[in-house]
């Protein structure tokens, strides 16, 4: 807690979890967040080695952050953290959703009894980041990457994707509001849905 304890530190290390990190990408990641407290965040993990700066090569050029070997070793603790919040009564699968806390949730929710022999390589288009979801002998691995070779793809924004998976609503409905696309075999992807249940709520004490 004296690492990560202070408000935002977690969700900007989540934040990291796909890869490097442009300043702009972590703001827009992390709604309500200002400049001058992101800036302070950063310098705090990168002084305790969480993260380190670095320049990508040409011609991108770019200034980013990214976590070191030991800030990636942190992807459990919020994997146990997403769980236990998922159980909560007023959890809202709908809310906003970066697409790093998709791919940490696909990761913690997925339920290789309901996959059984399931296999398949689905894709995430998200604005202009990627993921891609492999599926088979009962394991998930999802991680930032091309989807050329997807079976299927979801398009959309992150909420709208969450809201297909964990929300329960279906497909078409969110085609037809405009918020998701689905490219591909549409039966497949619509059986990748069904496989990361979100655990059972805490009862709320009585009265």
Do not use: C
């Not at 399931?118 to 894709?123: D, I, K, L, N, Y």
């Not at 039966?187 to 655990?199: E, N, S, V």
């Amino acid at each position: 807690m004296e690492l990560l304890g202070e408000r935002w530190t977690l969700l900007v290390v989540r934040e990291m979890m796909t890869g490097p990190r442009r300043f702009s990408d972590l703001r827009a990641g992390l709604p309500g967040i200002s400049a001058n407290i992101l800036t302070q965040r950063l310098q705090w993990l990168e002084e305790a080695g969480v993260l380190q700066r670095r320049t990508l090569l040409p011609p991108s050029a770019a200034k980013v952050y990214e976590l070191t070997a030991w800030g990636y070793e942190a992807e459990p603790i919020l994997r146990v953290l997403g769980r236990w919040g998922a159980r909560s009564p007023f959890h809202d699968p709908s809310a906003s959703f970066s697409s790093a806390s998709l791919m940490l949730s696909l990761r913690t929710m997925f339920d290789a009894g309901m996959a059984g022999d399931f296999s398949a390589r689905v894709g995430f288009r998200l604005g202009r980041e990627m993921l891609i979801a492999t599926v088979g002998d009962g394991r998930l691995l999802v991680a930032a990457g091309s989807i050329d070779a997807a079976d299927a793809v979801f398009a959309g924004e992150a909420p709208a994707v969450a809201a297909a998976i964990y929300g329960g609503q279906p497909l078409e409905v969110l085609e037809d509001g405009g918020t998701l696309r689905i490219e591909g075999d549409r039966a497949l992807a619509r059986r990748f849905a069904t496989l990361f249940p979100l655990p059972e709520k805490a009862s709320r004490p009585a009265g």
